[in-house]
């Protein structure tokens, strides 16, 4: 029996130096990809390079940490919406390098979750750094269940955050740094089986795996021995994982 498909939700494809042989790659591989973007100026080349895949999809994204001196490109995301089903990278970064424009990032996150919520059906990839239960707030207020589905990037929040976005319907992916981190590992047990999928964010991610398909291996390998589980299986959880997840919201 094959094994099952591997999963890399939040990858940022176009920022490799070889964009073209990156999407070709995930897709030759078979890696369920969601190439998220940083700014609506590079939603066009994305939707172009998977407008005939099987297993990429591009997400319509605005980085916070990058809202300071791009917050006018709203409108241009605005007018993408459209045709995006999938939007990333969008949230909250409250870390030193970006704090100063977390009023800002509020604006424009909580405009984003708005349209989100009118055109409904759409699936959101959501940075949160440090900005943990400023984000699920606007999301429990602007986005409701039944207008769209979120997964949470990179989460580094708490316990009491994890039960709270797993009541509001959040899945969560997850990464090989935060696998190499024991206070990470204790909070990537809390999150329950069924809301994980895997990710690389890559190219920001550095590892020793040579590929993004080792990292993404590796990442299965390491969640399967958290929770007891063989690869093969937690492979196949995080397939159906995603499946569920992009099926109609």
Aim: aromatic content about 6%; some cysteine.
């Amino acid at each position: 029996m094959s094994p099952p498909r591997l999963v890399d939700f939040h990858c940022h494809l176009d920022l490799y130096p070889n964009p073209d042989t990156a999407f070709a790659e995930q897709e030759s591989a078979a890696v369920y990809t969601l190439a998220v973007t940083t700014t609506p100026r590079a939603w066009p080349r994305n939707k172009e390079l998977t407008h005939k895949a099987r297993y990429v999809r591009a997400a319509l994204g605005l980085h916070p940490q990058v809202v300071a001196e791009r917050f006018h490109e709203l409108q241009l995301w605005e007018r993408y919406l459209p045709d995006a089903r999938y939007v990333g990278e969008v949230g909250l970064d409250a870390g030193p390098t970006h704090h100063r424009s977390l009023a800002l990032q509020r604006r424009l996150f909580l405009r984003i979750l708005q349209l989100c919520a009118e055109v409904g059906d759409r699936i959101l990839s959501v940075h949160s750094v440090r900005a943990t239960s400023d984000v699920l707030d606007l999301l429990e207020a602007h986005l409701p269940p039944d207008r769209g589905r979120v997964v949470l990037h990179w989460f580094t929040g708490t316990k009491a955050d994890v039960q709270r976005a797993v009541a509001m319907g959040c899945y969560f992916s997850v990464n090989a740094a935060m696998l190499s981190s024991e206070r990470h590992r204790v909070l990537v047990a809390a999150l329950p089986g069924d809301r994980l999928l895997t990710e690389t964010d890559g190219p920001f991610i550095k590892s020793g795996q040579t590929t993004r398909i080792d990292q993404l291996r590796r990442t299965v390998e390491d969640l399967a021995l958290l929770r007891s589980m063989d690869a093969e299986s937690t492979a196949a959880l995080i397939l159906a994982n995603m499946r569920r997840l992009v099926s109609t919201v």
